[in-house]
């Protein structure tokens, strides 16, 4: 998953919601894979790169027979089609989407260089050092599984995708609301101080069995099903992706209308000078989105709309974490003493 882009995430995935496409029904590619499969048993042994991406004949029957027809349809003025829900990539060494492939690797390079980033200038002891780090590792895992699914598209590497790309998110809005609420361990003198931090306590802990058990029961119900639930899983991470990117843009809210404490201790109407910086970043994800909107057939059969999807989230991905380390840098994180 990526800086925070939660409405992309959500949206890109409407390019796996359709499992059939006009393609891959047209009686000439159903011909075309039949008569290929039938020859399956003469078929040589694959080149190393497609033994170890574990294609097999019928795929290769496939790829060829999609790419025969899309040929066909250049040539003679036709519109491209989809096969199988996507559109007609050359593969390289085994990678169905090589660009995908290669962008969702420097995404997770952008999250690798950001947990380098807080370890180095955020301080051990800010409370929220461990939540970044921890979001940063999720994210990074999810830009892996991204790498594998786009490079084999199959049951399983498409729900360790999913489910990757879910706990991000889902994490994402989980240090948002600790962050915004200062939910996390304070120190405390006195006993009106001693009784808000039982009290914070108590909505850490609520909001952490939340988000726990809505995850695990998220994965539960889309895993016992006999079929994916595209439509439930869009909307799920869309839920969490809007409720994430409000909270960030309550954030950068002008001074005369602060509805929350941005620093435990500043003021109500202290405002950092960076603050609209969270409003930047949720506008230039939302506008990445556009590129799913408007989805197109691939350049030269390489580059698609999704693929430059991933290649705007890592750049982005790198700003987000510049702000993180500015915001966790900021005087309102200090206590009187200090």
């Not at 007609?88 to 090589?98: A, D, K, S, V």
Request: with cysteine; charged share 15%.
């Amino acid at each position: 998953m990526r800086p925070l882009a939660w409405w992309t995430c959500v949206l890109a995935l409407l390019a796996t919601i359709v499992v059939a496409s006009s393609g891959d029904r047209s009686s000439d590619f159903q011909n075309c894979l039949s008569r290929c499969v039938d020859l399956c048993r003469s078929w040589t042994a694959p080149s190393l790169d497609l033994r170890l991406t574990r294609w097999t004949c019928a795929d290769d029957c496939k790829y060829n027979c999609m790419h025969m027809l899309t040929d066909n349809a250049v040539r003679l003025g036709k519109p491209i089609l989809q096969y199988y829900g996507k559109w007609p990539f050359w593969q390289f060494l085994g990678m169905q989407e090589p660009a995908s492939v290669a962008f969702s690797l420097w995404n997770m390079w952008s999250h690798l260089q950001g947990a380098r980033q807080i370890r180095r200038k955020i301080p051990f002891t800010h409370p929220m050092r461990s939540y970044y780090l921890t979001w940063a590792y999720v994210s990074i895992n999810a830009w892996i599984w991204s790498a594998v699914f786009h490079t084999r598209d199959l049951p399983r590497t498409e729900k360790l995708d999913y489910f990757s790309a879910a706990l991000a998110i889902m994490y994402a809005l989980y240090l948002t609301v600790i962050r915004m609420l200062h939910l996390y361990p304070r120190e405390t003198d006195g006993n009106t101080q001693k009784a808000t931090a039982n009290s914070r306590s108590t909505m850490y802990i609520t909001w952490s069995t939340l988000c726990v058990t809505a995850y695990i029961a998220h994965v539960t119900y889309l895993s016992i099903l006999p079929r994916f639930d595209y439509a439930y899983n869009m909307a799920f991470n869309l839920a969490l992706g809007i409720a994430h990117n409000l909270l960030w843009l309550l954030y950068c809210l002008p001074r005369p209308v602060s509805l929350f404490r941005r620093f435990p201790y500043a003021s109500k109407t202290y405002r950092p000078v960076y603050a609209y910086k969270a409003g930047l970043f949720v506008a230039l994800t939302t506008a990445a989105t556009a590129l799913e909107l408007f989805d197109f057939p691939p350049v030269g059969r390489i580059l698609d709309a999704h693929a430059l999807w991933h290649l705007c989230t890592a750049p982005i991905a790198k700003l987000w974490y510049n702000f993180l380390v500015e915001d966790a840098l900021d005087e309102g994180w200090r206590t009187p003493q200090q």
